[in-house]
């Protein structure tokens, strides 16, 4: 059974809750469906519309599962029939029209009857929701602009109305002046309904009249006292300067309402992109509502070529359409190499101004965005600044003492004049071995934590078993240092064999040093079943226990920065990279590495992996697109 789809057609009043409320009936009486509300903005409307009220409906809407879209239209009905056909919409609530009496059986002659009758007469197969107004009575909206209706209006009363004041006339005894009073009592009128040019050509069939019958000599357009001209004359100026005056004030009325209704679509055009996660995006939906096109795109050139910035709706073909505009494109320069395209009907040239504005906020946004890179890049380079300053005390501090226990032990074995027994000898010699490994282990832990800064670490991943890896890693370890449990079947995870190792090394030793003899155990678990997942894929993960003295909640997130050392033990301890370059390591890989309190006492590291499927590379990297399912 098809879901409902229900278009609710708002005009910015208060009575959207009670349109919403029947919305959500019909679609609890069927099985669900989708709801999206509509905001008509009528152009050269004349009511003010509160931007608080408009967000409350907003969220309103929001708050159902619902969307809200504002589309700015002359004629509302025919702007919320076109969108509910587009969305395939099932059913559409509207609101009573709120008029009084009279006014709305004049409106509903003129213009064919009330919004919600238009949208009754042609919804088709749509079903229509007429919902009474809760506060009958309110002052009806008017036109500002004259429009046909009230210009053909205004030719039928320069017709009729002269003549009716004429007979009126004929009644009784009156001079030219009084005959061209009343005349221009009515060339107002005319004026007042029709503007400029009915009241023009009232005005020259008045003065015809007036001529014919109450200017000497009568029965002829002939005028023998040239009083009764300039009376003729100034009554065709004043009736024509009245008229100019109010065709004026309409054309300025009219403006102002378009600059009005651009003002309250540029501030849902702010509000919109403020809400999206991405701006440019939240501007270019925008721009679909206001315009009432299929698509639109931000397009640069590169190369000589077009690419698309951004893109919303549908914009396909749109290398064919750039490359010979056709009539359904319309287009905005951004900046010299950019332009703002509209995927759709042509745009009226009193919208175009419009137009002019969202390019602006596209600039704006693509500014935005620049800043932003240009940020990160900042960042990235203060931070590499920052490890690299640090990096270099280490060098100038730590490595001194290994380098000095070397010198130190091949400088005495060098001296001729002294005499070292088989015994002392050899503790020169182990001096130098431990020397030289502890050199290796910090120049080498330096060197990951460069790469792991300058994120250049591009791992190889593919199958790797726990067992292989965790043997190599405890390899160089004492004896009975650390006991190994891991579960006999334990899948293959996806890491690189090479920096697994190290991760679990470093783990290990750490856990070595600073708890000693404390019953350190390496095991693990399966994974891939319940909740064991990692970043929406079936993981394993490998535990390091001890039971040592652990380390306090507010520490833990230090532990793993670079050069950080528990309870500030002495510098022989090592430099404080070791979890930093672990946790590089297993990010590189896509797993995680977290520290928590092993039960009685003690820190247990766990590194958690994806498990692999079965081919090398087949886990995308972190920031790398996942391929989408067919």
């Known amino acids: 059974m098809a879901r409902d789809r229900i278009v609710i057609g708002l005009n910015g009043s208060d009575d959207a809750e009670l349109l919403i409320r029947r919305a959500v009936r019909i679609l609890e009486r069927g099985d669900g469906g989708e709801l999206a509300a509509v905001h008509v903005r009528t152009v050269g409307g004349t009511r003010t519309e509160s931007p608080q009220l408009l967000e409350a409906q907003r969220r309103m809407v929001v708050a159902q599962g619902g969307s809200y879209h504002t589309v700015s239209a002359a004629d509302p009905a025919r702007a919320l029939l076109e969108y509910a056909r587009q969305a395939g919409a099932t059913h559409i609530v509207v609101g009573q029209t709120r008029r009084r009496l009279v006014p709305a059986l004049v409106s509903g002659v003129l213009s064919g009857g009330t919004v919600e009758a238009r949208v009754v007469r042609g919804a088709g197969d749509i079903d229509v929701q007429v919902v009474p107004r809760v506060q009958p009575g309110r ?14 209006a205004g030719f039928v009363l320069a017709v009729l109305l002269p003549a009716l004041l004429q007979l009126l006339l004929a009644v009784f005894e009156h001079s030219v002046a009084t005959a ?31 001529n014919y019958f109450s200017t000497p000599p009568l029965g002829h357009l002939a005028i023998s006292d040239p009083q009764d001209l300039l009376s003729l004359a100034v009554f065709v100026g004043v009736s024509v300067a009245v008229a100019g005056v109010v065709d004026r004030s309409a054309r300025r009325s009219k403006e102002a309402s378009q600059a009005q209704s651009e003002a309250a679509t540029l501030g849902d055009l702010a509000l919109g992109a403020s809400r999206s996660e991405d701006s440019l995006d939240g501007i270019l939906a925008e721009a679909l ?5 299929a698509g639109a795109g931000v397009f640069s050139t590169m190369d000589g070529g077009w690419h698309m910035v951004a893109g919303a709706g549908n914009t396909s073909g749109w290398e064919r359409r750039l490359a010979a505009p056709m009539a359904d494109t319309t287009s905005e320069t951004v900046d010299a190499d950019t332009r703002l395209v509209l995927f759709g009907p042509p745009l009226p040239p009193g919208e175009r101004r419009l137009l002019g504005a969202f390019a602006v906020h596209v600039k704006a946004q693509l500014e935005r965005r620049q800043l932003a890179l240009s940020q990160r890049e900042v960042l990235r380079l203060a931070e590499g600044n920052t490890m690299r300053t640090a990096i270099l005390r280490a060098v100038s501090h730590d490595l001194r003492t290994p380098l000095a226990g070397i010198k130190l032990a091949a400088g005495g074995l060098l001296q001729s004049n002294v005499s070292y027994s088989p015994a002392e000898s050899r503790e020169l010699l182990e001096t130098i071995d431990e020397c030289t490994d502890r050199l290796d282990l910090l120049v080498g832990n330096l060197l990951d934590m460069s790469r792991i800064t300058a994120d250049s670490v591009r791992p190889l991943l593919g199958p790797v078993r726990w067992s292989e890896v965790v043997s190599a890693a405890v390899r160089a370890l004492p004896a009975g240092a650390v006991r190994v449990d891991l579960p006999a079947n334990m899948p293959p995870v996806e890491a690189d064999a090479v920096l697994l190792e190290r991760v679990i090394g470093n783990i290990v030793e750490n856990a070595v040093k600073y708890a000693p003899g404390t019953g350190i155990t390496i095991t693990g678990s399966a994974g891939g079943l319940g909740t064991d997942t990692l970043d929406g894929y ?9 039971h040592g003295a652990g380390v306090p909640a507010r520490n833990v997130v230090a532990m793993f920065r670079p050069f950080q050392r528990l309870h500030d033990l002495p510098q022989t301890t090592g430099i404080g990279l070791g979890l930093a370059v672990a946790e590089g390591f297993t990010k590189a890989m896509g797993g995680t590495l977290a520290a928590e309190e092993t039960p009685g006492g003690g820190l247990t590291m766990v590194v958690r992996l994806a498990l692999s499927t079965g081919s090398a590379g087949a886990r995308p990297l972190a920031g790398e697109p996942r391929p989408v399912a067919s």
């Open 139 to 152: 002052t009806p909206r008017r036109r500002p602009d004259l429009g046909r209706i009230r210009l053909g």
């Open 538 to 546: 079936p993981s394993g993960e490998l535990r390091v226990i001890d």
């Open 289 to 293: 509502d206001v315009f009432g096109v």
């Open 180 to 210: 061209v009073l009343v005349q221009l009592a009515g060339a107002v009128a005319v004026a007042l309904v029709g503007g400029l040019w009915p009241a023009v050509a009232g005005a020259l069939w008045s003065s015809l009249l007036v």
